[in-house]
């Protein structure tokens, strides 16, 4: 049976790839600048392995923010559980996950960036209807 991950570190390793994803910073990149391999990074940004305290601030540091940015956001179903279970059954994703999962994907990434970047709030609603109307055909 294979272990699966603590969603702390899940949580924490998707904030890790947000924020490299939000600077443009390769998992290589990030993996040279700390001395580890992309794969290692790519374990830390699943979840599959545990950052420690002492990574997590030169991660915290390369990537220039504050430790506290990898535990923001923090679903309360994880932040108050003990850390180490995994709801189970046929409950709705947990909606946050979903916003995370979503904003940290490239295409995520790129949509959000673009969006910003549009000054008129006229436009930009006309934008949103116009993607929730998409999402409903």
């Not at 790839?17 to 993996?31: F, N, V």
């Not at 390369?62 to 179903?77: G, N, T």
């Not at 996950?97 to 673009?114: I, K, R, Y």
Request: glycine share 8%.
């Amino acid at each position: 049976m294979t272990k699966l991950p603590n969603p702390v570190d899940v949580h924490v390793g998707s904030r890790i790839r947000l924020r490299r994803m939000m600077i443009g910073m390769s998992q290589e990149r990030l993996g040279e600048r700390l001395g580890l391999t992309f794969q290692q990074v790519q374990k830390y940004e699943k979840g599959a392995n545990r950052v420690g305290a002492s990574r997590l601030f030169a991660i915290s540091r390369i990537l220039e923010v504050p430790v506290e940015f990898f535990f923001a956001d923090m679903p309360d179903s994880i932040a108050q559980g003990d850390g180490n279970t995994v709801k189970k059954g046929m409950s709705e994703p947990d909606e946050t996950s979903f916003v995370m999962d979503f904003v940290s994907s490239s295409e995520g990434l790129q949509l959000n960036t673009a969006f910003k970047k549009i000054g008129n709030q006229e436009t930009r609603r006309k934008i949103v209807d116009l993607v929730k109307t998409l999402a409903a055909e």
